[in-house]
C-alpha cells in the first residue's frame, strides 16, 4: 500500500496541470498581497492634504448654514434628533489603515477559498484526466484491487490538500504579519488568526476530497467543476437575490458553505429577515442565528462519510471503460 500511495504521490506532482494550477495559486497569492499593502499602508502627504481641504470646505458649510438646515428641518416637522447635525470631524475624511486583526482575517478566509478551489481543480483532474484517457483501466491491470487503488489515489490527493493548505495559510499570514510590521500596525490576537490558520486546511481538504469523488463519479474534469460553479452561484442567487427571503436563510444550517465557515470561523452567524406587523405597517427584523463548530464538524464528517462511501462502492463495481 505504501508503495501504491507513493506511486500515485510520484503521479500526481508529474502532471502538466498541476504544476499549472500551483503557478497560478502561486500568483494570485501573491497579487493579492497587493491589496493587503494598501489596506495596512496609511495615507501619503498628498492624500491627507485632500481630504484636510474636503473637511474644511464641509466644516466652513456647517458653520454657516446648520442652524439654518436644523431649523428649517424642524419646521418641517422633523424630531429634534431627526434635525441634528453634528458637525464634521477630519477622521471622517481620512480613511485610516484597516486594522491588522481584520486584514489578517480577511486575508486568510480570501486566501483559504482560492487554495480549496485549486485543491478542488486538481484533485478532480488527477481521477478524470485518467478515465478521460483510459488510463485507469491499464493502471488496473497492473493492481488489480480496485479498494487499494481507490483508497492510495484519496489518501494521495488529502495529503497533497493539507499540505497545499497548510503552506498557503502560512505563506499568505506571514505576509500580513510582515507588511503589518513594516507599516506600523498593531498587532494583536496572533494566536487567535494562527488557530484560524490551522482550521483553514480543513476546507482545502474537505473540497480535494470532494472534488476527487465528483471527478470520479462523473468520469470528467469538467462535469466534476461544473458542479462547483452551480454550487457557487446558489449561494449567490441564495445570498443575493433570495436574501430578503426567510426560507433561503434558514437552510443556512444545512448549506456545505455555512458549515464549512463554522468550521473555520469557529461558528457562522446568519440572519433571517422577520416580518412584524406594527401600528405603524410592517416591519422587517433580522433575526441572528449561529451554527457552531460542533455542527459543521458533524456535518461535514457525514457529508464526507457518505460521499467517500459511496464513491467506493461505485468504484468496485463499475466498468472503467
Known sequence: MTRLVWAEVTRL?????????????????GGFQLVVKDALSPLTHAQLAVAQRAYERTHKDWVDNHEKDEQECRDTGGTAEECTFP?????????????????????????????????FMIAASFIGAEYSSGSIASWLTFIP????????????VAAFAALLGACGATLVFGAVLTLAHLYGSRLESIRELAGMG?????????????????????????AAIGVLLASVVV???RSGPLSSFAWAQRITPWTPEGNIAAIVDLGYTYSVPVEKVTPDGVNIDFVQHTVSLTHGAIYWSILLTLVVLGSLLIFRRRDVI
Open 145 to 156: 484491487r480496485r479498494g487499494h487503488v481507490f483508497w492510495s489515489k484519496l489518501l494521495t
Open 13 to 29: 506532482l508529474s502532471r502538466r496541470f498541476t504544476g499549472i494550477a500551483l503557478i497560478v495559486l502561486l500568483i494570485g497569492l
Open 198 to 222: 490551522a482550521r483553514s486546511v480543513l476546507p482545502v481538504v474537505v473540497l480535494a476530497v470532494v472534488g476527487f469523488c465528483l471527478g470520479l463519479l462523473t468520469r470528467h474534469t469538467a
Open 235 to 237: 449561494w449567490f442567487v
Open 87 to 119: 458637525e464634521p470631524t477630519l477622521a471622517e475624511f481620512s480613511v485610516q489603515p484597516t486594522p491588522f486583526k481584520e486584514t489578517a482575517q480577511t486575508a486568510l478566509e480570501l486566501s483559504t477559498a482560492l487554495v480549496a478551489v485549486v485543491a
